[in-house]
């Protein structure tokens, strides 16, 4: 009975295990066999190896019972008369010097025997060779055999390998409602509309209309994609599933595909809810592209299955897909078409409107002056996104903190126990442009030289009508740069003229000038590279992408950009090769004209004697505001020598279309 149970018990190896083990056992039987026969052999016979002199001296002694003539290599066997060890043979190995040997030589020492037997096997070499390529056959066997079954569900480590890496946000963890969100009022508001049809679909059914299947969200890193999907997830109140799009990814062809079919089928179980596909670029490039080319590559599975899985849904399932990127020039057109993605909802860096609504936002919880401007701040932070504006506030509390614990923690007229307007400035400047290096340590010359650089640049800047308006300079290190001129863009400004573009190049070679003004032509420094580079990019742009050169007209000289929102562009100009050397010379009279216009205002004698004055300041104070710098330049008395030759479209906007 006990026998019988015993057989009824299932087997704890599996078939494939038995294999395995059956292999093995396999593979420790030959080896034994192998192990056993050359111990044997190494017991039957002694071999040496010994000159030739030596070889015939013993044959003429007679030592050899018989000889074995192989080619050029003769071999001697000589049985020990020893009866204790009658079954050792020892075999003297030696090779002709002079070639082949000849049968009369050694038929007078005793028996010659002509074969060719092979000489002996080293047998433990030949297991490990065998074991070697048996070891690598079988890793490529099991590679094999793991990739063609990568999908079969039976198996349990495919079955993890294929489980969705989708998580499930808990609702009361980092919960988000619009009351978060900032900056995007447009892309908020077709994000409500969403909210509703997962409120209330029936109100939206009456009329026709059903759930879009999806939405894109694209936009630069850092503007709020992810942080308005959960918004939405928290306003409808439904579960919110968030995955990367990188996690789709495998080097077991179908694990993608198969991750796929998992996440949906688990979304489906928590309907009505929200999937949220980060970075959704790695996962829907388009097919046949770069490392993807073929239409057996996993990435290309992977993006089927997932484009087949959102044709798939049945009608009011309450799931909604949101996606975000910032390449949505490289997805796939499949994706983004009406029935999958529906909309494109573009996130972009805020307005200064939406940068005083997200500074109200992340210091609603902070100590703030209440009479702190928060749209003066706004203003001096163009371009910045909401990521760079939370990091700004966290700065401004810590600045503040820093600053009221240096004074010993006792609150004052000049140390509040709250944040105000001067840390935020203090805190944008760090973030922008790195910390102040107030520790080093800078000579008179070098001090001179910086002072000299950014007053020029700030002294164009206040000189000319269309460029932008001059916050602050700075002779204080910060981050690469020995000094800085801070210049505010016009507010509400959306598009640059022409005259904005030659005003910017104007004031960006004008540090180069000052240089050259203190210390001569021959005495300038690497300090104006970055302002090259700046004049050089716009200079171009202004001849290859804008159509502002009267010689090449208003034609495209370089292909796409295709980097979406990463701020990354193609650069490279296209055409023949006069065109291209046309595209250069057109850029070099662009900038040189910039020059020789900014070399002649700040040389003229009543012009250098502002910018002296403003130099001196300078050194004395370090920094000085926009303000500070036009009372003390009398900004009327300034000369212009172009102000009569300038074009009059050059100053004037073009009319509205």
């Known amino acids: 009975m006990a026998d019988d149970e015993k057989e009824g018990k299932p087997s704890k190896f599996s078939p494939r295990k038995k294999k395995i083990l059956a292999g093995l056992a396999a593979a420790g039987a030959v080896a034994g066999v192998f192990a056993l026969s050359a111990s044997q052999e190494e017991q039957q016979q002694t071999i040496n190896q010994i000159s030739w002199s030596q070889f015939v001296d013993n044959a003429e002694e007679g030592k050899y019972s018989r000889f074995i003539i192989q080619g050029e290599n003769v071999t001697g066997v000589l049985s020990d008369t020893n009866s204790s060890s009658d079954k050792i043979t020892q075999i003297m190995k030696s090779r002709a010097p002079s070639g082949e040997i000849a049968y009369s030589d050694i038929n007078p020492y005793g028996d010659v025997i002509i074969s060719e037997v092979k000489e002996p096997t080293d047998f433990f070499e030949l297991f490990f060779r065998i074991a070697i390529i048996g070891a690598i056959g079988f890793m490529i066997f099991s590679f094999i055999r793991n990739r063609k079954?990568?999908?079969?569900?039976?198996?349990?480590?495919?079955?993890?390998?294929?489980?969705?890496?989708?998580?499930?946000?808990?609702?009361?963890?980092?919960?988000?409602?619009?009351?978060?969100?900032?900056?995007?009022?447009?892309?908020?508001?077709?994000?409500?509309?969403?909210?509703?049809?997962?409120?209330?679909?029936?109100?939206?059914?009456?009329?026709?209309?059903?759930?879009?299947?999806?939405?894109?969200?694209?936009?630069?890193?850092?503007?709020?994609?992810?942080?308005?999907?959960?918004?939405?997830?928290?306003?409808?109140g439904v579960p919110f599933f968030t995955v990367s799009g990188s996690e789709f990814t495998e080097m077991f062809v179908g694990v993608g595909a198969a991750r796929v079919r998992d996440m949906f089928e688990e979304v489906k179980k928590n309907a009505p809810c929200i999937l949220f596909i980060d970075e959704i670029d790695a996962l829907a490039k388009k097919r046949g592209s770069g490392?993807?080319?073929?239409?057996?590559s996993e990435s290309d599975q992977t993006l089927n299955q997932l484009l087949v899985e959102m044709d798939g849904f049945e009608k009011d399932t309450g799931v909604v897909i949101l996606a975000a990127t910032n390449r949505p020039d490289v997805l796939d057109p499949a994706i983004k078409r009406p029935g999958r993605l529906d909309r494109q909802i573009v996130v972009d860096a805020p307005d200064v409107n939406g940068r005083v609504n997200i500074l109200r936002i992340h210091t609603r919880n902070k100590p703030i002056d209440p009479n702190i401007n928060f749209r003066n701040i706004a203003r001096g932070i163009p371009g910045m996104t909401g990521a760079d504006i939370a990091s700004m506030a966290n700065e401004a509390a810590l600045i503040a903190a820093e600053r009221y614990k240096a004074a010993g923690g006792k609150q004052s007229q000049f140390n509040p126990n709250y944040i105000t307007e001067i840390d935020f400035i203090e805190a944008k400047d760090k973030v922008s442009m790195g910390p102040a290096r107030k520790s080093m340590v800078m000579s008179r010359p070098e001090l001179e030289n910086t002072a000299y650089h950014e007053a020029c640049h700030a002294f164009m800047a206040l000189h000319e009508p269309h460029a932008d308006t001059l916050e602050k300079l700075t002779i204080v290190p910060r981050g690469m740069a020995l000094g800085v001129a801070f210049f505010l863009p016009e507010e509400g400004g959306l598009r640059n003229t022409k005259a904005q573009f030659i005003a910017q190049l104007r004031?960006?070679?004008?540090?180069?000038?000052?240089?050259?003004?203190?210390?001569?032509?021959?005495?300038?420094?690497?300090?104006?590279?970055?302002?090259?580079?700046?004049?050089?990019?716009?200079?171009?742009?202004?001849?290859?992408?804008?159509g502002m050169s009267d010689k090449l007209g208003m034609v495209r000289y370089t292909g796409a950009s295709g980097a979406g929102y990463l701020g990354h562009e193609n650069g490279m100009a296209t055409g023949s090769q006069a065109t291209l050397d046309l595209i250069d010379q057109e850029v070099k009279n662009l900038v040189d004209e910039a020059y020789s216009y900014s070399k002649k205002v700040l040389t003229d004698p009543k012009n250098l004697e502002q910018i002296k004055k403003l130099v001196d300041e300078l050194l004395v104070k370090e920094t000085i505001d926009g303000r500070e710098a036009r009372e003390m330049l009398d900004i009327n008395t300034l000369t212009d020598p172009y102000s009569a030759s300038m074009e009059p479209s050059l100053i004037h906007r073009a009319p509205s279309i």
């Open 149 to 236: 079954k990568a999908s079969n569900t039976n198996d349990p480590f495919q079955n993890q390998m294929a489980k969705s890496k989708a998580k499930l946000v808990e609702e009361h963890h980092d919960k988000k409602t619009f009351a978060d969100v900032a900056g995007n009022e447009e892309a908020k508001f077709e994000m409500q509309q969403m909210v509703n049809l997962l409120k209330d679909p029936d109100t939206y059914a009456q009329f026709g209309g059903t759930i879009p299947k999806g939405a894109l969200l694209v936009g630069p890193p850092g503007t709020g994609k992810t942080l308005m999907a959960k918004s939405v997830a928290g306003e409808a």
């Open 291 to 296: 490392a993807s080319m073929g239409n057996s």
């Open 507 to 546: 004031v960006a070679v004008a540090g180069r000038i000052g240089e050259e003004i203190l210390n001569g032509q021959y005495m300038i420094t690497p300090g104006a590279a970055g302002d090259i580079q700046q004049a050089t990019n716009i200079a171009r742009k202004m001849v290859t992408e804008w």
